[in-house]
């Protein structure tokens, strides 16, 4: 075994959502095994911002393109294969939906509910994220419908 890991890998990564009939939905995929449901996420790209290597992972992982908000939602941690990773969060309003992109064949994606998504969302440092942007959905909502019109 090797010692302990001294440095955290960066990570970011987008809540795609979109706003139907009034309710907020958010778009969630599988991990690549189709165990999991999760967010859109990646390390960052040398070169590239925070919220464009999201927006980079969110058409990769999900087929989803809209204009991320620059704006941190937030950031939580997890452990995988030995490391910790620090993901730092970002608003997706979707604004195209494609069947073709890259991992197609790998994930399944669904649209919910607000709170269904947090329902099945695994890491209780996200689902709180999640929770944050549903409690200021009003103002995000608004704002980003804005921008997408």
Not at 30 to 54: E, L
Not at 68 to 81: A, H, I, S, W
Request: contains cysteine.
């Amino acid at each position: 075994m090797r010692g302990k890991v001294s440095k955290e890998l960066n990570q970011s990564g987008v809540i795609p959502y979109r706003e139907r009939n009034g309710k907020i939905e958010i778009l969630l995929i599988t991990t690549r095994d189709r165990q999991s449901w999760v967010i859109p996420k990646g390390g960052i790209v040398n070169g590239m911002t925070p919220p464009d290597s999201a927006a980079k992972e969110a058409w990769e992982e999900a087929g989803v393109i809209g204009q991320v908000d620059v704006n941190e939602l937030g950031t939580y941690k997890y452990r995988k294969r030995g490391k910790v990773y620090r993901v730092k969060m970002y608003l997706l309003p979707v604004e195209m939906i494609s069947n073709n992109y890259p991992e197609a064949n790998k994930r399944y994606r669904r649209w919910l509910d607000a709170n269904q998504a947090i329902k099945l969302i695994k890491k209780d440092s996200l689902k709180r994220i999640l929770k944050g942007f549903i409690q200021t959905k009003s103002h995000a909502c608004s704002s980003s419908l804005e921008f997408s019109q």
